[in-house]
């Protein structure tokens, strides 16, 4: 059902519209009172995200897409046309323009602006507007773009998840960014994060050697120990010096057969010189997770041997960039088999991220070996059976 409605989501996809006095409503007007047709200026980036945005939301027609130097034919089928040819057509032809410049450094750059401007001035537009205006408040572009230009490794990836919670987290997180909404689905508990306690999915053991990447100030931790958790070891690995030692305070506070069996780590891994297949060659890894800013790929590619040797529990953090959702579970699904997946969105702090990110964060996405499930859990959460 949810792969039927990602596909119908991606045909249909439409920015949620905000705000009145903006260029949207300006083309608009230009195009209804004064009959003018709209160019778009660049055919980078921005390009595909605003060509989208202008003909799906606004139902704007485009006429041209005008590029200094075209690396394209065209765009979302509007044809991609270099100035001179712009030109040529506009000499020939008796139509009135307006453009909306999709160029990312428009407006910051003063070179690249005054270049563009002199251009369209001398093709007499009667109008010039940064396209990317309200978008920049919407989405993040590159990001928009990415979703729509890989629709059908979004679509075959929701397959990857056995139960409803998952596939619905899934489908909502997408739909955010595709049309411009804050993440509007269901949230699970934060103090149920990297465990899935509440769900009972996952079988926790008396001896857990688990590595905490991004490790904080040792809250992950604490969430850890209250839900009587309980450990062997836990490798705290924290790189920033000042964080680091914060933790070592919070550490300490603990009661010594809690602290005593946590070890903190100040480094950084995902480097040829310090990957984590060597400095955990010799410890028995059952449980991962990782909320290190976007360095999840690089640290998870240097522990292939750790987790192919160890089938530890994971928990990785799959919102810091934009192909996180497709890239972190095919790399997993090339490194081991028979591990069934689930994705959760925990809460965000609404007054640091509302930034016109939309709290699009606190993704995380767990591969649990098939033999650390409780299956019966599991089948209930899916209507179902574990994906073998």
Known sequence: MYTEKLSQLFDSCKFKQYGYRTELYIAKALEKYRSCKCLVYGAGRSATAVVNYLMRTANIHIEYIIDRSPQKKEIEGIPVISRELFSKINKEGDARYYAMVAVRTYGNDSMTTTDINRYLCSEKVIKIMKADVQLEYITKLEWYDFFICNRDRFCKNISLFGDKASRAVY????RAYLEGHSYQG?????????FML???????????EWINFGAFDGDTIFHYINNGCKYKR??????????????????????????????????????????VDDYFADCRITYINMDIEGAEVDVIRSAQNVIRKNRPVMGICVYHKKDDLIVIPDMICKMVDQYSFFLRKYPSDVGEYFDGYF???ELVLYA?????????????????????
């Open 186 to 194: 269901v949230t699970s508990p934060d103090e149920d994060k990297y």
């Open 171 to 174: 489908y909502e997180f997408i």
């Open 359 to 361: 709290e699009l964060n």
């Open 234 to 275: 836990i490798y705290a690995v924290e790189g920033d010096v000042e964080r680091s030692k914060k933790l070592m305070e919070n550490i300490t506070l603990l009661p010594l057969e809690f602290g005593n069996k946590i070890q903190i780590v100040n480094q950084y891994f995902g480097y040829k010189e310090s990957t």
């Open 198 to 208: 509440e769900d009972n999915v996952i079988q926790h053991l008396d001896d857990e």
């Open 368 to 388: 649990i070996p098939n033999e650390r499930l409780n299956k019966n859990n599991v089948e209930l959460l899916s209507g179902g059976t574990v994906h073998e």
